[in-house]
């Protein structure tokens, strides 16, 4: 991982504690979460759990975690809602690698769901996940007010939705065919990745009480990581170590499809994600030392190699 | 359609005007959810609208309705999150019909969603809809009560996932090389068809405050056309006509499954299917004859010929 901008390493040694910490923690969660029944559906829940636990870089439920630190959040709550957003994102990895679809083979340097087990339990196992993360953002455990648990399951089902990252990967598998120009990309990753970001940065604010008109700020430092992630992503496409990476590069290229690195090159994309990451830690300002860990989180985003 | 038992002429002539009606208002309440984009993802709305508009029997939406009718709801709301109940029974047969699920080519009389679009396009649409459910039941509008929300959004969730819908199907999908006994048949419809039809009652007693300990009755009502129907299910499964159901039947047979009427032979899966019906009604009697519509949905479970 290389850190660059100011204090860096301080930024550095934080962040690599923090996410461990997290890992452990969203690891232990689904791990509850999911115990295995006495019943035929033990192969679903085994699924489930090959999928959710261990593996991830926990990126999403960092950001929930450490925004709602910034207003008081109890960790336990916000590890739980964390986990509800992390849910999501992974059964859309699980959609996402069937043979339908991305056709991979390797995901966190594993074989993928589908190909560990079979392509319908994968299905399952995806679509359990998802009703699972609304089965937690409803409970009255650890959420006891109702009115902020319906606001985190709005937020969360608009960002995977039609509107969120579902109809971003629509406008993305279109993208074989049609020739989309930066404003378009734009637009369909800030569907397909930065919706559920978003909303997690979202649900931070929401569980910490914040109200809509007090959120711009975070609404505006997720918007640029969300593109500054995506275009590390396309970055890593073209340059990244698939051993590290744990999953098939070079995908962009073969499918002839447009990115930020095909539309502004290496360099320019690059500069502008670096760019964007400095843009997104300006919006943090109001917060000083207590964001330090997010500003990290938006600097590890671009940097990393997996 | 036969429909047996007291009073009968007067329930179908009834229960044909209402179901006719909630056709069209859920037909009606989709079509408004699901404007077509100006963008890309207008492939995956039509798909949506393609699955979700026309066509379904409207059980579940209906049940909901009625239900919610005995305790003064009114009817916009209980439509609107009747639609989110349907957009989750939606979501699951396209996903069930997908190749290498059941790989059906043939729903509601027309082609699968994945033979009319493709495989990816279905799971895509699929996952919306899901998503869509929840988006539907989190919005103030038209239920302004966030405790209502929240419960409703915990009942359809806990019904879809691994304890309910999706655990039933893998739990299905087992039955093809387990020789499952009647109670664990039981137990298996319980949880594939019967949790999201118990679901539908008892949201509509949600959206009608009734607590939880006022909602025995219904449960059990629930519970006894949940079991009826799929009885119901498999019979049509070996007797029904294939031009009339809109959809292959004779399945059970060619997988080598236990259904209840290969254990309990065709005249006894009949009769136990009536009894239940007349079982469930029992359960209505403190409604009277406010429970009319809901005692002729019972009658029709069983009697229908799709």
Same mark, same amino acid.
């Given at each position: 991982? !290389?850190?660059?901008?100011?204090?860096? +390493?301080?930024?550095?040694?934080?962040?690599?504690?923090? #996410?461990?910490?997290?890992?452990?923690?969203?690891?232990?969660?689904?791990?509850?979460?999911?115990?295995?029944?006495?019943?035929?559906?033990?192969?679903?829940?085994?699924?489930?759990?090959?999928?959710?636990?261990?593996?991830?870089?926990?990126?999403?439920?960092?950001?929930?975690?450490?925004?709602? +630190?910034?207003?008081?959040?109890?960790?336990?709550?916000?590890?739980?809602? =964390?986990?509800?957003?992390?849910?999501?994102?992974?059964?859309?990895?699980?959609?996402?690698?069937?043979?339908?679809?991305?056709?991979?083979?390797?995901? !966190?340097?594993?074989?993928?769901? !589908?190909?560990?087990?079979?392509?319908?339990?994968?299905?399952?196992?995806?679509?359990?996940?998802?009703?699972?993360?609304?089965?937690?953002?409803?409970?009255?455990?650890?959420?006891?007010?109702?009115?902020?648990?319906?606001?985190?399951?709005?937020? #969360?089902?608009?960002?995977?939705?039609?509107?969120?990252?579902?109809?971003?990967?629509?406008?993305?598998?279109?993208?074989?065919?049609?020739?989309?120009?930066?404003?378009?990309?734009?637009?369909?990753?800030?569907?397909?990745?930065?919706?559920?970001?978003?909303?997690?940065?979202?649900?931070?604010?929401? #569980?910490?009480?914040?109200?809509?008109?007090?959120?711009?700020?975070?609404?505006?430092?997720?918007?640029?990581? =969300? #593109?500054?992630?995506?275009?590390?992503?396309?970055?890593?496409?073209?340059?990244?170590?698939?051993?590290?990476?744990?999953?098939?590069?070079?995908?962009?290229?073969?499918? =002839?499809?447009?990115?930020?690195?095909?539309?502004?090159?290496?360099?320019?994309?690059?500069?502008?994600?670096?760019?964007?990451?400095?843009?997104?830690?300006? !919006?943090?300002?109001?917060?000083?030392?207590?964001?330090?860990?997010?500003?990290?989180?938006?600097?590890?985003?671009?940097?990393?190699?997996?």
């Amino acid at each position: 991982m !290389h850190v660059v901008g100011e204090g860096a +390493a301080e930024g550095e040694a934080l962040l690599k504690a923090a #996410l461990g910490a997290v890992q452990g923690e969203v690891d232990s969660c689904f791990d509850a979460l999911l115990p295995i029944p006495g019943d035929a559906r033990a192969r679903l829940f085994e699924a489930m759990r090959y999928a959710a636990i261990g593996g991830g870089k926990r990126v999403r439920p960092m950001l929930l975690v450490e925004t709602a +630190a910034l207003f008081g959040v109890g960790r336990e709550a916000a590890i739980r809602v =964390g986990c509800a957003v992390e849910a999501i994102h992974v059964y859309s990895l699980i959609h996402d690698d069937l043979p339908c679809m991305d056709d991979d083979d390797l995901r !966190h340097g594993k074989p993928t769901l !589908h190909r560990q087990y079979d392509d319908a339990l994968a299905v399952l196992a995806g679509d359990s996940l998802h009703a699972l993360a609304f089965e937690i953002l409803a409970d009255a455990n650890p959420i006891p007010d109702p009115f902020i648990r319906a606001e985190l399951v709005a937020t #969360l089902a608009t960002a995977s939705g039609m509107n969120g990252m579902a109809g971003g990967q629509v406008m993305d598998m279109a993208a074989e065919s049609e020739s989309y120009d930066l404003h378009s990309i734009t637009r369909l990753q800030q569907l397909k990745t930065g919706a559920l970001l978003g909303a997690a940065v979202e649900m931070g604010a929401i #569980l910490g009480r914040v109200p809509p008109e007090g959120r711009s700020h975070l609404r505006a430092y997720a918007r640029d990581i =969300g #593109l500054a992630f995506q275009i590390a992503d396309d970055l890593l496409d073209v340059e990244g170590d698939e051993t590290l990476a744990g999953k098939a590069l070079r995908k962009d290229e073969g499918q =002839g499809k447009q990115t930020f690195v095909t539309l502004m090159g290496v360099d320019g994309a690059r500069d502008q994600a670096r760019a964007l990451v400095e843009q997104a830690v300006g !919006h943090l300002a109001s917060h000083g030392d207590d964001a330090a860990t997010l500003a990290a989180l938006a600097r590890y985003i671009v940097e990393r190699d997996r």
